[in-house]
């Protein structure tokens, strides 16, 4: 039996800076985002772009380590034309993403804020964020653990499932006055 634990202390503890790391490189600052990795391939029929190995996107204070980073285009948003020189090197429009994948050792950071995982995805249109493989959230010594953490960046909220097997865990300490 699956329990959904909607936890407001999530919410002001921590939801719209955490999720604003996955979303990131589909914001809409004027700051740039800055892509590193060991390897980058392009498959413009399969509307993917996979940036793998030792992967860090970095803009303004956020940045996601993963071992792979993945944008997945929408169909009708990135033009398929083999002489169209963007879709070929992978470049397309910040509304032309689907989804962005995070995957393997997933370490999402702004400021003192912390989320790890093993996967992260990213929704663009629901503009959700959703963190699988054993995730924790982490401000200062404040824990949240479960099996799925979500953010809904739209409603500036979130919340942790769990299973019948393992439950949701909060350790809060009091703030230092």
Known sequence: MKKTYSIILLVALMSMPFASGMALVISDSDKP?????DRFDVYPNKRVAVFSGNVVVTQ?????????FILHYKKEGMKTKQNDENVNMGIANTGDIKKIEARGNVIIKQKEKVVTGDNAIFYNDEQKVVVTGNPVMKEGN????????????????GLVESSSTKRVTA???????
């Open 33 to 37: 985002t800055q892509i590193v990795s």
């Open 171 to 177: 350790t809060i300490y009091p703030e230092k006055k």
């Open 60 to 68: 303004e204070d956020a940045v996601i380590n993963s071992d792979e």
């Open 142 to 157: 404040n824990i949240i653990k479960g099996d799925r953490i979500i953010f809904f960046l739209k409603e500036n909220r």
